[in-house]
């Protein structure tokens, strides 16, 4: 069936460094992909997303290449800030009958100051 | 705000009883699912409704039961609880397939003492 892995957390960054967490996932057919963060005490929000192979998804400085070939979907961004700090979720949908989404275990992010 | 509602925030009751929760989507959308998240389990998809009626099942329990009403706003039951049904119960809404990208609500927080 499908499945989606995320690299283990916590990863702990300083202010303003670069930023990758790796998601690796299996799936029949051509999922959707996702990435979702987790603020505490809070609900989660979509941060970006790509449908086909080579798209790539951004917002607020994340982004993601849906990489087919590696089957693969690594968030990055460039220089983190504190309001960084939260959990992150990859996922796919394998736009079956359902459309239902497959998390990976998330990734805890820590940026200091 | 992604548009989801859903209450009560919280939830404390004791094992053996029976609790809803309730959930309205985005205006517009007419895919509602339910989606359970653990310490142990992580994010688990439960069940997803259409239109009214029920489109797919995952790890959903035998005590735990829902439906979407007519104005699309969809509640989930639980009974019997126990311990380990404490946990962080969300639901999303979507407008598939025209577009599989799921809006989460803020989550009711379920405590079974």
């Known amino acids: 069936g499908n499945s989606v892995t995320q690299m283990e957390g916590p990863v702990t960054l300083s202010e303003e460094a670069f930023l990758t967490i790796n998601c690796t996932y299996t799936?029949?057919?051509?999922?959707?992909l996702f990435w979702y963060v987790q603020y505490p005490g809070e609900g989660l929000q979509l941060l970006l997303k790509?449908?086909?192979?080579?798209d790539k998804g951004s917002n607020k400085g994340f982004e993601a290449t849906y990489r087919k070939e590696t089957t693969s979907f690594h968030l990055e961004k460039g220089s983190v800030q504190v309001s960084d700090s939260a959990v992150y979720f990859c996922?796919?949908?394998?736009?079956?009958?359902?459309?239902?989404?497959?998390f990976g275990s998330g990734t805890r992010l820590l940026v200091r100051p | 705000d992604s548009g989801v509602t859903q209450t009560p925030k919280h939830l404390i009751t004791a094992t053996g009883q029976r609790v809803t929760l309730r959930c309205s989507p985005r205006s517009g959308d007419l895919s509602v699912y339910w989606y359970q998240q653990s310490l142990d389990q992580g994010l688990q998809f439960l069940i997803q409704?259409?239109?009214?009626?029920?489109?797919a099942k995952g790890n959903i329990l035998e005590r735990f039961s829902a439906q979407q009403f007519p104005d699309l706003h969809s509640e989930l039951n639980l009974s019997s609880l126990e311990l380990g049904d404490s946990a962080l119960y969300f639901c999303a809404s979507s407008v598939i397939p025209v577009d599989d990208t799921q809006y989460f609500g803020p989550g009711t927080r379920l405590t079974v003492l």
């Open positions: 996922a796919l949908s394998g736009r079956d009958s359902s459309y239902k989404l497959i």
């Open positions: 799936a029949t057919g051509y999922p959707s």
């Open positions: 409704y259409y239109n009214g009626e029920e489109r």
């Open positions: 790509a449908t086909k192979a080579d």
